[in-house]
């Protein structure tokens, strides 16, 4: 099942699995200074409140990796992603 999360930041995919949250997934055409922030604070404020530790965000073509507040945040492209 597939949910959306929005509470103070917004996250476009809350994935569960055996009715447990398994993953949190933010989607942004382009990681830029503009937005990072925003997709940042979207993903770790749904991470928080679920509990978990690690997020993904899919991006059109980057890659990358942050730490935010002792969260394991991936950045993959979209390719990459669809082929895992």
């Given at each position: 099942?597939?949910?959306?999360?929005d509470m103070?930041?917004?996250?476009?995919?809350?994935c569960?699995?055996?009715n447990k949250i398994a993953e949190c997934i933010q989607v942004c055409y382009d990681l830029s200074p503009d937005n990072l922030t925003r997709e940042l604070l979207g993903?770790?404020?749904a991470l928080s409140n679920f509990g978990l530790t690690k997020g993904t965000i899919v991006t059109f073509n980057q890659s990358d990796y942050?730490?935010?507040n002792g969260m394991q945040i991936?950045?993959?492209?979209?390719?990459?992603?669809?082929t895992n």
């Open positions: 099942e597939i949910y959306y999360f103070q930041g917004e996250c476009d995919f809350v569960l699995k055996n993903l770790s404020k942050f730490e935010n991936t950045v993959i492209a979209a390719n990459q992603f669809l």
